[in-house]
């Protein structure tokens, strides 16, 4: 929906029966990001992101972000937070930046599973969930799944332990040799669908266990370059939107919500 003005999007979004949008706006954007998903009765999740040439810079951008967005007050925030060129100590650093940034504010800071971050595979995650008991996770393991060329069948207590700090779903479906399959509605993507679809089965039973008010999943299949497209034309091969809605549609099924 990059192409589209705010307001569009989010008439578009709640015509089709989402509850919220999950927004990466830029510091320039907030207010009207804030101002669009109120005037349409929609939640909203703002994202967060590092930035600059070393790690001194990325750190300062990072809790500056941390705090401007905080300040929106939405319903949390997705933080995509250090690298994975970043040592131990310095993405630990940046994690405990948002773990004071959300005692400051009360808005509650989740960090994303994502390629390039400090979270790129479920090997490298493990210490930090074992020394950091406050990390809480927006889980999209699809990338995992890349890293890892598999579909981490012989990585179960690494993936338990996300699953058991993971707060938010990101329902994109990865493959071995991709972070985003061509379309998940496609019958040889059955079992990558599935794959993924038990640990958010996962997710959603140890929230309810817990008897968490909400569980919010973001259907975040991505524009073409994440969505393959064809040679020369560049044209994506499926419609990201449908796709999309594909998600949200088949999680409500599985879950009978």
């Not at 493959?175 to 061509?182: A, D």
């Not at 958010?200 to 975040?220: F, S």
Request: one cysteine or more.
């Amino acid at each position: 929906m990059e192409s589209l003005p705010y307001s569009e999007a989010a008439r578009r979004v709640k015509a089709a029966g989402y509850d919220g949008m999950e927004i990466s706006a830029g510091a320039d954007k907030r207010n009207e990001a804030v101002q669009v998903t109120h005037d349409n009765g929609l939640d909203l999740i703002l994202m967060a992101f590092g930035g600059g040439s070393n790690f001194v810079e990325h750190k300062k951008k990072y809790r500056d972000d941390l705090l401007d967005i905080a300040s929106y007050k939405p319903l949390f925030i997705n933080a995509h937070t250090g690298h994975d060129f970043f040592t131990f100590e310095q993405n630990t650093e940046l994690i405990q930046v948002a773990i004071d940034v959300q005692k400051q504010t009360g808005v509650r800071i989740l960090h994303e599973t994502h390629r390039g971050r400090f979270s790129y595979s479920a090997p490298a995650i493990q210490y930090y969930l074992l020394k950091l008991p406050e990390l809480r996770l927006t889980a999209d393991y699809s990338h995992w799944v890349n890293v890892a060329e598999s579909y981490l069948s012989d990585q179960a207590e690494n993936v338990n332990r996300a699953i058991a700090v993971s707060d938010h779903i990101h329902c994109r479906v990865g493959h071995p040799e991709g972070p985003q399959v061509n379309d998940p509605r496609a019958p040889e993507w059955k079992d990558a669908l599935e794959s993924h679809a038990r640990w958010w089965d996962a997710i959603r039973a140890r929230q309810q266990k817990a008897n968490a008010p909400t569980l919010t999943v973001t259907c975040e299949f991505g524009p073409a370059g994440y969505l393959p497209t064809l040679p020369f034309t560049q044209q994506p091969v499926a419609s990201q939107w449908d796709i999309n809605v594909f998600m949200k549609d088949y999680l409500k099924k599985r879950w009978q919500v």
